[in-house]
């Protein structure tokens, strides 16, 4: 756990300060997960009290209870009357090929025609499973990102240490940190108990990673406003990742929702946003674009697979990484199992999310202190890396859930009544609270409040 602590502290420039970890046990897995997660949740506190401490001369005490922070890393919701709608479209997974196995990642409607455009139409597992068997992995893989969908093919860590992609990954830091343009050196908007009051973030992110960076900061005052394209919805996380945040549509090949989208940015102070390393020049606003409308803004962004190297610009998510990287055959071996067994919970995707979270706060502290923006890039693979590196934790299992684990107000989401479990992250004076319920995507205006 040290180690961990210590190399996110190092990646954020963060001091070397212990920070206390309460309760015992860990989630099951052939890696340190619930360290990773109770390391990324401390550096996140942490960067909080360091800007306090910046702000106000006063360093806040910091602690994280490891339990609380497994379970929020698989989720923090749960409904009364109601159900969250699965997270896994039902061909998703990972099938056994000619020579081995490839997950397919079918979640989007426009991925699963993608697969399906290769292995023709699939009702069911069952027939996904038989056109996989005809295959080799790697061509499978091949063809179905040709497609424009998402797959990968199975590799151990050795394999992945050996590609391409694995070593321009594994050479990159794991937050790459540009100093960014100039503006007027402004006063700090917020206060102890809400230290990012008066502060606007522009979400452009999708599952998971990005949508818990943003979740986390407007859990500490900021106004965070999501936009999503016209079409796109993600119903099994929404629950999970709107709370704190109004969310709206539009899109960015209309003028006038492009025009928009410029005002927005204008007046943003942190851009949040994980599409593929290219995507955003695609559209038009690349780095110096981005830039140009908004001096100093503070730009985090995250991928799936690195920001160099062959597979930079290719999509991807936590469980296809965990694919790539050796942690899912890794996991198979640790359990002797005759399938892949992947992290117990997507722990790339909610790490990265803290330390996109983390970094936004330590860009936030420099820009008060000398008026420079910035800009921070991370990815599930380098994140991938660091899990690994760290080796296995503890095999004491978490005491179960019970109902003290329930937050002590309900929330009154757009779906129906929920309990939200407590925050696993206490800074003293600094309550981590939200003041929007979780809600449906494309619900509020695109304007700022």
């Not at 110096?288 to 100093?296: I, S």
């Not at 198979?332 to 399938?339: E, R």
């Amino acid at each position: 756990m040290t180690d961990l602590l210590t190399s996110i502290q190092a990646a954020l420039g963060l001091p070397h300060t212990p920070i206390p970890f309460t309760s015992e046990g860990a989630l099951p897995s052939a890696f340190a997960v619930t360290d990773l997660a109770s390391a990324s949740i401390a550096a996140a506190g942490q960067a909080v009290s360091e800007l306090l401490h910046q702000e106000n001369g006063r360093l806040p005490h910091v602690e994280v209870d490891r339990r609380l922070a497994s379970f929020w890393f698989a989720t923090s919701i749960r409904p009364t009357g109601w159900s969250v709608p699965p997270l896994w479209d039902p061909v998703a997974g990972d099938y056994a090929t000619r020579d081995g196995w490839i997950r397919l990642h079918t979640n989007a409607p426009h991925h699963r025609a993608a697969a399906e455009s290769v292995l023709g139409a699939c009702a069911d597992r069952a027939a996904m499973a038989k056109q996989v068997a005809g295959w080799n992995k790697t061509e499978l893989e091949h063809a179905v990102v040709a497609a424009g969908g998402c797959a990968a093919e199975m590799r151990s860590w050795a394999q992945w240490q050996a590609h391409p992609q694995g070593q321009a990954v594994n050479s990159e830091p794991l937050i790459a940190f540009t100093e960014g343009n100039r503006q007027p050196i402004q006063p700090w908007p917020g206060s102890v108990a809400r230290p990012l009051s008066g502060l606007k973030v522009l979400d452009l992110t999708r599952v998971l990673a990005g949508p818990v960076a943003s979740r986390f900061l407007a859990g500490l005052g900021a106004d965070v406003l999501r936009l999503d394209p016209p079409t796109w919805n993600e119903p099994g996380v929404v629950p999970e990742v709107t709370l704190g945040k109004r969310c709206a549509r539009l899109n960015l090949h209309d003028t006038s929702d492009r025009q928009l989208f410029e005002s927005l940015l204008r007046d943003a102070d942190i851009l949040l946003h994980g599409y593929r390393a290219d995507a955003l020049q695609h559209l038009g606003y690349g780095v110096a674009e981005r830039q140009a409308l908004a001096p100093g803004l503070i730009d985090v962004c995250l991928n799936a697979y690195g920001w160099s190297g062959p597979w930079q610009n290719r999509r991807g998510f936590d469980s296809l990484v965990q694919m790539s990287s050796g942690i899912a055959e890794a996991g198979q071996q640790w359990k002797q199992a005759d399938k892949p067994l992947p992290l117990p919970v997507q722990a790339l995707d909610h790490a990265t999310g803290y330390l996109m979270a983390a970094a936004a706060i330590t860009l936030l502290a420099r820009r008060l202190n000398s008026g420079l923006g910035g800009s921070a890039r991370l990815s599930l693979a380098r994140t991938a890396r660091l899990l690994i590196e760290h080796g296995a934790g503890t095999d004491k299992p978490l005491r179960p859930e019970d109902e003290n684990d329930q937050g002590l107000v309900v929330e009154q989401t757009a779906w129906g009544p929920a309990h939200r479990l407590q925050v696993p992250l206490k800074i003293t004076g600094t309550p981590v609270q939200w003041a929007i319920a979780a809600g449906e995507l494309g619900a509020h205006r695109a304007q700022w409040w």
